[in-house]
């Protein structure tokens, strides 16, 4: 999978040969040695080598003499998917000592492509039916027939069981689920479970292998793929959450300090449920502290919780009056909250930078292993990574982080450690505010989606300076390892923005109801906690019969995280939601 079969045959004569590669996608690395041809065997019989290359970004090949490592020549070339190729290296001529590397496709590649259309066209043809199921449900007639039906049905059940009449027969029909004869109203956002039931399901899908496809899985170092988009963004809707949830508690002379107490209580359930899930063998026995991994998701997310939950609880202010004598009320009201944000990300920035790190430069961002030009190999994560190995021991962190496959790091690092920590808890405030901007503009959708807009292109402002538009060139470039500064201000921006059109869609105009994604959303931990449980037991998983093959690893994933889905429809229709 993701790999090309390259033949390359030598047809110099009395030259030894050392293939190496570079992938385009890993900055500022060391060409890493791809194997050895032998010379020519004479003119006209060139010896050949067969190697495999990956097909995931372009690559560069080095051809070098073996004798006296001189470069002979260098290719610039992506590959496709189970393509066969053939890298030829010969004289220009027999007059001159120019030698090229032309590279011929022997048989084409495949389109590595195709499931995720078919995939997408499949879904989308359920939900458009879906669609126009609802639309046909709707229609006055049709209402009436199905009544008409569900009354005749109740009426001869309750006359052949002796229980009742056709009066009674006609409430219970009225109380029918399928079809309400009017819906209680409610104050909950639907907007806000959409989205997090949004994070959470392409959450389990790229924790399931996301069909194997390079983009639904974390990036090696610095970037963006799907995969990193969804946690800071659960993170984000949790903060919104807190400030919704606490307001109406406060709001009603709840003591805070019971409410502290509660807090404490489910932060500490959060993180030991995290702790034994996020170890393989707690079914096997009890768990080893040898080896026991201490950083994890939900490990994070208790702690960002706690911190972000007793900042609202000790400097909650009830929404003013006239709010409009205030230009920004959720920095004006909130200040003593945001001078310890500011605080806790200036230390956040004077660790990072100016913490020193044994054998590494001041500073240092990267992944260690063979980028950089191989100058810092035990470096990676600079002194976040220093900070989890004194704070909790080599052995209780992460030990293959995903720079071990591109940059051949050899440190463990977890990217759920210590340090991150401090930015997900500015992540959970800026969704904070998110709440604040719903709570202090209660039904005034234009100015709530208003401040969504402004709070969104501030923070991609600040993205813009941090990363320069680049991946790599900026000041504090975008890492889901690192938990970098222009990491949470990347993933605010796109979360205010995408929360703003969750909300226009569902919340104010209804043109849709969230659904599927609401239903997971409502029982997040639950279906969180169960999809890493089972994820190993079918019918999540099963033996393939192809396991090279993306299509048959994206039908199983999407097959997996549907029924998570479905789920959480069956557990919201019977009314069962697992609080913490």
Not at 91 to 117: A, G, H, M, W
Not at 163 to 190: C, I, K, M, Y
Not at 412 to 421: A, C
């Amino acid at each position: 999978m993701d790999e090309a079969s390259l033949t390359v045959h030598n047809e110099l004569l009395n030259e030894n040969l050392t293939l190496s590669w570079l992938s385009d996608h890993c900055y500022q690395c060391l060409f890493q040695k791809l194997g050895a041809i032998p010379s020519g065997k004479g003119p006209g019989l060139p010896s050949s080598a067969a190697f495999f290359v990956s097909t995931q970004h372009p690559l560069t090949l080095q051809v070098n003499s073996t004798q006296d490592t001189r470069e002979l020549c260098r290719v610039h070339f992506s590959f496709g998917e189970h393509g066969n190729y053939s890298l030829w290296i010969k004289n220009l001529s027999n007059f001159t000592q120019k030698i090229t590397c032309p590279i011929v496709i022997d048989k084409e590649p495949i389109n590595s492509y195709l499931p995720i259309l078919i995939a997408f066209l499949v879904y989308a043809g359920v939900a458009i039916l879906i669609a126009i199921g609802g639309f046909v449900m709707g229609l006055d007639p049709v209402k009436k027939i199905m009544y008409r039906m569900i009354t005749t049905m109740e009426t001869e059940r309750l006359i052949n069981s002796e229980l009742g009449s056709s009066n009674q027969a006609s409430e219970s029909s009225s109380s029918d689920p399928t079809f309400p004869a009017h819906r209680v109203a409610t104050s909950r956002l639907r907007s806000l479970d959409t989205f997090r039931g949004l994070s959470l399901v392409i959450m389990i899908f790229v924790n399931y292998g996301g069909g194997r496809y390079w983009f639904f899985r974390h990036e090696s170092w610095n970037g963006l793929t799907v995969a990193d988009l969804v946690f800071p963004w659960f993170v984000f809707i949790m903060g919104t959450s807190i400030t919704l949830s606490l307001n109406s508690v406060l709001k009603r002379g709840y003591p805070r300090v019971k409410l502290f107490r509660k807090t404490v209580w489910r932060s500490l359930q959060l993180f030991l449920i995290g702790v034994i899930i996020i170890n393989p063998k707690y079914c096997m026995g009890p768990l080893s502290w040898d080896s026991l991994r201490i950083p994890g998701v939900l490990q994070r997310l208790a702690f960002t919780y706690f911190v972000v939950a007793v900042l609202e609880i000790l400097f909650f202010k009830a929404r003013p009056e006239d709010i409009t004598m205030f230009l920004i009320p959720e920095l004006v009201l909130y200040w003593p909250a945001w001078i310890f944000i500011v605080a806790l990300e200036t230390m956040w920035l004077c660790l990072t930078f100016l913490l020193p790190v044994p054998d590494c430069p001041l500073g240092y961002l990267g992944p260690g292993g063979i980028g950089d030009f191989g100058h810092h190999p035990n470096c990676t994560g600079g002194a976040a990574g220093y900070i989890d190995r004194w704070l909790l021991g080599e052995k209780h962190i992460h030990q293959t982080p995903t720079s071990h496959v591109l940059y051949l790091s050899t440190m463990p690092y977890d990217p759920e450690g210590v340090l991150g920590s401090f930015n997900s808890i500015v992540m959970a405030f800026l969704g904070l505010q998110a709440g604040k901007i719903l709570l202090y503009y209660k039904d005034l959708h234009l100015q709530i989606m208003t401040r969504f807009l402004i709070w969104g292109f501030m923070l991609g402002g600040i993205s813009a300076i941090l990363t320069k538009c680049s991946r790599d060139q900026g000041f504090i470039p975008v890492n889901k390892n690192l938990w970098s500064f222009s990491y949470i201000t990347t993933l605010s921006c796109f979360a205010f923005i995408v929360l703003l059109i969750i909300y226009y869609v569902v919340d104010v105009r209804r043109w849709w109801s969230g659904a599927p994604f609401f239903y997971p959303g409502m029982n997040s931990i639950l279906v969180y906690v169960g999809h890493e449980v089972f994820q190993n037991y079918f019918p999540f998983k099963w033996k393939m019969l192809n396991s090279q093959s993306h299509a048959e690893h994206l039908a199983q994933n999407l097959l997996a995280t549907s029924i998570w889905v479905f789920i959480s429809y069956l557990l919201y229709s019977k009314k069962i939601f697992w609080k913490i």
